[in-house]
């Protein structure tokens, strides 16, 4: 099977393999679409099984970025880029020049920043190479906290809806995955009221969430089962699937995660079981913007009422959904394609 005919593509612009013999490098780069400006996303690190689905994560992945970044109002398109190797042994500092070279031959095309097992350590190193990053510590920084902010104010939008309420009081929240955006996300929601129910694979985070915020520690398995309110994925995506809607008794879906369908077939499926779906490229938008902040110039208190406005994109797109019986991904995707399509408008005027 040949890219074109890849499930997972979407008229993406450009896509290239790159490979360093001497740091044993091999990772993909998606160029989704530049419509609204030179493509930014970040770089993941992930011990993927085979190459084929590293190539089907990183073409669902700059997928969503465009749509991110158009929804969130921002000058940029949507790329991605994934590293394929185990984090704990292929990190080193040749690995990462040689990946900086491959984005800076891409002369602006693709903004990188981090992503899963990326730091802004790593990141300062692919600098060295090429200007063409974002998210670097002396500049915009981690962007997990504007994130995290991100994903709590879309889940307020959310338990509006679905509640009536514009507070998380007594509100009983799962959240899968304690990373540095999961666990300010939970910081959030513990402050505003509500109890928390958590898993991850680092023991100390859920051991921590439990001193800290109260959290009921469960297991990883346990988490989809929960009688609670709200599941939160903040870990990696296709959590909710085939398997996981048997089980979910939540009403809101509503986490930090990206690709947290494990098809576009379950969009629908989650309306038909009567769970509001906060689509995930909108809800974490936070991390985007931030890093836009950056890449674009913006102030600070541009960047802040940008991650503001994910409450109300959600909103917009929660009450359209409901109006038209229609499931919140399929909104998200339509009102992302509008905007970039009015961008192509213009330019051909």
Same mark, same amino acid.
């Given at each position: 099977?040949?890219?074109?005919?890849?499930?997972?593509?979407?008229?993406?612009?450009?896509?290239?393999?790159?490979?360093?013999?001497?740091?044993?490098?091999?990772?993909?780069?998606?160029?989704?679409?530049?419509?609204?400006?030179?493509?930014?996303?970040?770089?993941?690190?992930?011990?993927?099984?085979?190459?084929?689905?590293?190539?089907?994560?990183?073409?669902?992945?700059?997928?969503?970025?465009?749509?991110?970044?158009?929804?969130?109002?921002?000058?940029?398109?949507?790329?991605?880029?994934?590293?394929?190797?185990?984090?704990?042994?292929?990190?080193?500092?040749?690995?990462?020049?040689?990946?900086?070279?491959?984005?800076?031959?891409?002369?602006?095309?693709?903004?990188?920043?981090?992503?899963?097992?990326?730091?802004?350590?790593?990141?300062?190193?692919?600098?060295?190479?090429?200007?063409?990053?974002?998210?670097?510590?002396?500049?915009?920084?981690?962007?997990?906290?504007?994130?995290?902010?991100?994903?709590?104010?879309?889940?307020?939008?959310?338990?509006?809806?679905?509640?009536?309420?514009?507070?998380?009081?007594?509100?009983?929240?799962?959240?899968?995955?304690?990373?540095?955006?999961?666990?300010?996300?939970?910081?959030?929601?513990?402050?505003?009221?509500?109890?928390?129910?958590?898993?991850?694979?680092?023991? *100390?985070?859920?051991?921590? !969430?439990? =001193?800290?915020?109260?959290?009921? &520690?469960?297991? +990883?398995?346990?988490? $989809?089962?929960? /009688?609670?309110?709200?599941?939160?994925?903040?870990?990696?995506?296709?959590?909710?699937?085939?398997?996981?809607?048997?089980?979910?008794?939540?009403?809101?879906?509503?986490?930090? *995660?990206?690709?947290?369908? !494990?098809? =576009?077939?379950?969009?629908?499926? &989650?309306?038909? +079981?009567?769970?509001? $779906?906060?689509? /995930?490229?909108?809800?974490?938008?936070?991390?985007?913007?931030?890093?836009?902040?950056?890449?674009?110039?913006?102030?600070?208190?541009?960047?802040?009422?940008?991650?503001?406005?994910?409450?109300?994109?959600?909103?917009?797109?929660?009450?359209?959904?409901?109006?038209?019986?229609?499931?919140?991904?399929?909104?998200? /995707?339509?009102?992302?394609?509008?905007?970039?399509?009015?961008?192509?408008?213009?330019?051909?005027?």
């Amino acid at each position: 099977m040949s890219l074109f005919e890849h499930k997972e593509f979407d008229q993406h612009e450009q896509v290239v393999f790159c490979h360093d013999k001497q740091t044993g490098l091999k990772a993909i780069i998606a160029i989704h679409d530049t419509t609204m400006g030179p493509s930014l996303g970040g770089t993941r690190l992930w011990n993927y099984p085979s190459s084929a689905e590293a190539l089907t994560d990183v073409l669902r992945l700059s997928r969503g970025m465009t749509y991110k970044s158009a929804l969130a109002g921002l000058p940029l398109g949507g790329g991605k880029a994934v590293i394929i190797g185990d984090a704990k042994t292929i990190k080193s500092p040749e690995l990462f020049r040689a990946y900086g070279r491959f984005v800076n031959s891409l002369s602006g095309r693709y903004i990188t920043a981090e992503d899963v097992n990326i730091r802004t350590s790593d990141i300062a190193i692919v600098a060295e190479e090429t200007k063409f990053v974002a998210g670097t510590a002396e500049k915009a920084g981690d962007p997990s906290p504007h994130t995290a902010l991100g994903t709590y104010l879309g889940l307020k939008a959310a338990v509006k809806h679905q509640f009536g309420k514009d507070h998380l009081t007594g509100i009983r929240i799962a959240i899968q995955g304690l990373g540095a955006v999961g666990y300010d996300f939970a910081e959030y929601c513990h402050k505003d009221g509500a109890a928390l129910f958590v898993t991850d694979i680092n023991q *100390a985070a859920c051991e921590r !969430a439990a =001193q800290e915020l109260n959290a009921t &520690v469960v297991g +990883l398995d346990e988490i $989809y089962g929960l /009688d609670v309110d709200v599941y939160a994925p903040c870990a990696l995506g296709a959590t909710i699937n085939d398997d996981t809607l048997k089980l979910i008794k939540a009403k809101i879906i509503a986490g930090s *995660a990206n690709n947290q369908l !494990a098809t =576009q077939a379950h969009d629908h499926m &989650v309306m038909d +079981l009567g769970i509001l $779906y906060a689509p /995930d490229y909108v809800i974490n938008a936070g991390g985007v913007i931030h890093v836009c902040s950056e890449a674009a110039n913006m102030s600070r208190t541009e960047t802040d009422q940008k991650v503001r406005d994910i409450y109300h994109t959600l909103d917009i797109i929660f009450t359209r959904s409901k109006a038209e019986g229609r499931p919140t991904g399929q909104i998200a /995707d339509e009102l992302a394609r509008e905007v970039i399509a009015k961008k192509k408008a213009e330019r051909f005027a």
